[in-house]
């Protein structure tokens, strides 16, 4: 079966700090990923999409970057954290594969505050 | 236009209460299509996949309608668990196999 590790659950950081997010996938190949943030009582944004290795679409302008050194890694950085960085983030997978559904499954969530 | 919209709600209902969510997505070419909830302060999780003729699971049947591009989940004998947000989702399944997630519906159900 698959699954999806994302951590830490949870990061106090200081203004100016680097971050480094990390998310593995197991027990699936060449997987779509996804970097989500959702600030509190806010909807999902989408801040990074990639459908492969080292091909990353960012999807709104901001502090952050996203890389995919292997297949099944995903990692969100941030040379230097702003306080508005602080919310949810969630790193997501889905399928390419069109014979099973391509629905989209979640890490548990890194729930950042930048101080 | 956002390509998947939704009312966000809040909806409040009654314990029992038939209650229902509508989506509509921009994109005519999404090919799949997910109901997901999400409790607060948790990741979202797959509810239900709809399907052309329509489908139920339980009290939840989800309804599609691809000539006027909406997505229906009705919730019937609503309990005080299902309180969370309902999230509309649409995936184009274009070369780039991208799942949209709409803004979500959050619904509060009141004993």
């Known amino acids: 079966s698959q699954t999806i590790h994302q951590w830490p659950a949870t990061l106090v950081q200081p203004v100016g700090s680097p971050l480094s997010l990390e998310c593995t996938v197991e027990g699936t190949s060449n997987p779509n990923l996804y970097w989500y943030r959702q600030a509190a009582g806010r909807g999902l944004q989408l801040l990074f999409y990639?459908?492969?290795?080292?091909?990353i679409s960012s999807e709104v302008p901001q502090n952050l970057s996203a890389s995919r050194p292997q297949d099944r890694q995903f990692i969100l950085s941030s040379k230097k954290l702003l306080l508005s960085d602080s919310g949810f983030y969630l790193c997501?997978?889905?399928?390419?594969?069109?014979?099973?559904?391509?629905?989209?499954?979640f890490g548990q969530g890194t729930r950042l505050t930048v101080v | 236009r956002k390509e998947v919209e939704q009312d966000p709600g809040p909806f409040n209902v009654p314990e029992g209460a038939t209650v229902a969510f509508n989506c509509t997505y921009s994109?005519?070419?999404?090919?799949?299509f997910f109901w997901y909830r999400q409790d607060c302060r948790k990741e979202p999780k797959l509810l239900m996949s709809?399907?052309?003729s329509g489908n139920e699971d339980g009290r939840f049947t989800a309804q599609l309608n691809r000539a006027s591009q909406y997505i229906s989940l009705l919730i019937r004998d609503s309990k005080l668990s299902d309180s969370a947000t309902y999230l509309c989702v649409v995936n184009r399944e274009t070369s780039y196999d991208k799942v949209i997630f709409g803004p979500g519906t959050s619904l509060s159900v009141i004993p």
């Open positions: 994109n005519s070419a999404s090919q799949s």
């Open positions: 997501a997978w889905s399928r390419k594969n069109r014979v099973l559904n391509t629905e989209a499954f």
């Open positions: 990639s459908i492969g290795i080292d091909q």
């Open positions: 709809v399907y052309s």
